[in-house]
Nanobody, 120 residues
């Protein structure tokens, strides 16, 4: 069992930045792929970014390429999502997830989510 705890959401103006963090309660983080997903009101959950912990291979949705960066801190067992040039359409609940499988999922473990609101 892996527990994931997100932090770092909040309210920001368009063009601003936020950094989300996800702490993973596992000593074998290198066995996992970590992903960030988001779900806006009335919309389906979508994948935003993902990273294979061991190799550092990443994936980004087209809508966030060049603006968001996923990274990991091996010492702290955390995965972060740096979000720059935020747009109102980035407003959503953001979830951290983990899988022992492939980078694109499916993901077995989920955090509780953190709200990101971007005002225009």
């Amino acid at each position: 069992q892996v527990q994931l705890v997100e932090s770092g959401g909040g309210l920001v103006q368009a063009g601003g930045s936020l950094r989300l963090s996800c702490a993973a309660s596992t000593r074998t983080a290198s066995n996992f792929a970590m992903g960030w997903f988001r779900q806006a009101p009335g919309k389906e959950r979508e994948s935003v970014a993902a990273m294979r912990w061991s190799s550092g291979v990443t994936y980004y949705a087209d809508s966030v390429k060049g603006r968001f960066t996923i990274s990991r801190d091996n010492a702290k067992n955390t995965v972060s999502l740096q979000m720059n040039s935020l747009k109102p359409e980035d407003t959503a609940v953001y979830y951290c997830a983990a899988t022992r499988g492939v980078l694109r999922g499916p993901y077995e473990y989920w955090g509780q989510g953190t709200q990101v609101t971007v005002s225009s």
